[in-house]
């Protein structure tokens, strides 16, 4: 476990990607396929939701559909639903790990990356059998040509709102890494991304400002 998210009314939520540390690839030093990781997505995703104040566990799901994901964007109670609204930068696959290795950091800055994106997840909190959709609902918008979303913040003028930033990459931001992207939810579903490029400091949008 990389991150996990809380909401403001005392609940947290602990994902369990399927990404296992491999014991005899730490003590003999040999990689495994995902660095010193086996990756099982036969085993889905694991959804506990852990309540804060009694600091038991109420509510635990587990998907057929598996991804990984380093850090989690927004979590939000929706009463109506009695459930929990989870935003999470998801990748298909551990792949992205691989590429953290310096030196591969070094030979192909912000060029080749694994793609992810922006996703929500609904979480029950009662009972009735519901279980979490492992796949989520995109939150990309209009932005189709966005293939990387990740390294979330929330922007201190939406501190107990809905709005957040993150590092995006793709053809919405000139096709490399670096864009700073603001990501603003309309009736807790949709996201308009609006990218900075970090190499020429324009905005492709005027209304990119915070």
């Not at 957040?164 to 308009?192: P, W």
Request: aromatic share 10%.
């Amino acid at each position: 476990m990389h991150d996990f998210a809380v909401t403001d009314n005392g609940y947290a939520v602990i994902i369990q990607c399927p990404l296992y540390f491999n014991l005899l690839s730490i003590l003999t030093g040999k990689d495994t396929e995902h660095c010193f990781m086996d990756w099982c997505p036969e085993d889905g995703v694991r959804f506990d939701v852990v309540d804060l104040q009694s600091r038991q566990i109420v509510a635990s799901h587990t998907t057929t559909h598996a991804w990984w994901s380093f850090h989690y964007v927004n979590l939000q109670y929706d009463a109506g639903k009695h459930a929990l609204l989870l935003d999470a930068s998801v990748y298909d696959n551990p792949d992205i790990v691989n590429e953290l290795y310096l030196d591969r950091v070094r030979a192909h800055p912000g060029q080749d990356h694994a793609e992810s994106t922006l996703r929500r997840f609904e979480i029950p909190l009662g009972g009735g059998g519901k279980g979490v959709d492992g796949r989520g609902v995109s939150l990309v918008g209009d932005a189709a040509g966005c293939s990387y979303y990740d390294f979330p913040v929330i922007h201190p003028g939406c501190v107990g709102g809905v709005c957040s930033g993150g590092v995006c990459g793709g053809d919405v931001c000139g096709g490399v890494l670096g864009g700073v992207c603001k990501s603003s939810v309309s009736e807790m579903v949709r996201i308009v991304y609006m990218c900075y490029n970090t190499t020429n400091h324009t905005y492709p949008s005027p209304q990119a400002s915070w």
